[in-house]
């Protein structure tokens, strides 16, 4: 019997169960089986003489003197970049998924009874899907390397390396499209790993990802951007990641992409769709500005989620498969 939303917890948080590290970036040659030795890439900060570029006042624009005294102005910049050397064409990214069990229970939760309704209704889901939908699709994320972002265009080819204990596997990443996720049978085996851990058959699973993108020799790649807090008193324009000299991709970006697989979403199959999204509570992709999931359709995540939590039934499939994908991302999402 459904309870009321008061009983909802005010205070409930979830650990995420994908945790993934850092990504570390070499330069290599194209082998089809990489025994090339790897070299770390390292960033260069360049100095450079920029053009004016932005849009200027109508005042300037209508001007001709003041226009060409204004792009006579010096727009210097330091920035940071990372590139391939001259005797390497491949880019080596090296990470580490843990996949984590125990979905189910809370990291914190201060209402008894809606611990108990959710573990239950967490356990149903469990015992209906065995989670196979939600590993499939971050096990396809996987094989289509699209943790690699702006690494992965242009690549003439792409070879991810997956290694689970003494289970090893090698996809052709191009084989895999970014705008779905069609069932391909050699996905399976990786799926069925994640599934594991992800419904308590096993208490975890370690992946090792190695992904080779043959991009050219002495081609720019692309680490993660740091953010700057204090423009004000940095003199670089832009900052590129490292740890401990070693060009880096940031944990968040590469669970970024790993969790993107949102395709329930109502505008997906609409010409407003953005294609699968990373799963989030309110459905954001931040560089269209717009979330996909409102409150006010009540296909967000919140609003999903005290139904199911509370023993109520949800809609489709598609929906809990969804509630659930928020869950193994991990939060805090109490009543407050």
Known sequence: MAKKAADIASVLAFEKKLVVSDGYMYGTCWDDEHKV?????????????????????????????????????????QVDSCALGMEQDTLKLAFTIKVLSGVEKPSACNNAAFAQSYAAAAKGYIEKTGFKELSYRYAYNIASARFLWRNRLGAEKIDVCVKVG???????????????FTEHEEIKALAGKIAAALSGEEPYQFIEVEAYTKLGVGQEVYPSEE???????????????????????HSQKLGNALRTIDTWYPEFESPEGAGPIAVEPYGAVTNLGKAFRNPKEKVDFYTLFDKFALGEPLANAEEEHYVMAVLVRGGVFGKG
């Open 227 to 249: 953010l700057v807090f204090d423009k004000g008193n940095s003199r670089k324009s832009k900052i590129l990641y490292h740890v401990e000299g070693v060009a880096a991709m």
């Open 166 to 180: 003494s289970w090893e596997q090698k996809f052709d990443a191009y084989t895999y499209s970014l705008r779905d």
């Open 37 to 77: 030795k790897a070299e770390p890439l390292k960033l260069v900060e360049k100095s450079v003489r920029g053009t004016i570029s932005n849009r200027l006042k109508p005042a300037v624009q209508n001007d001709p003197a003041k226009l060409n005294a204004e792009v006579e102005k010096p727009n210097l910049q």
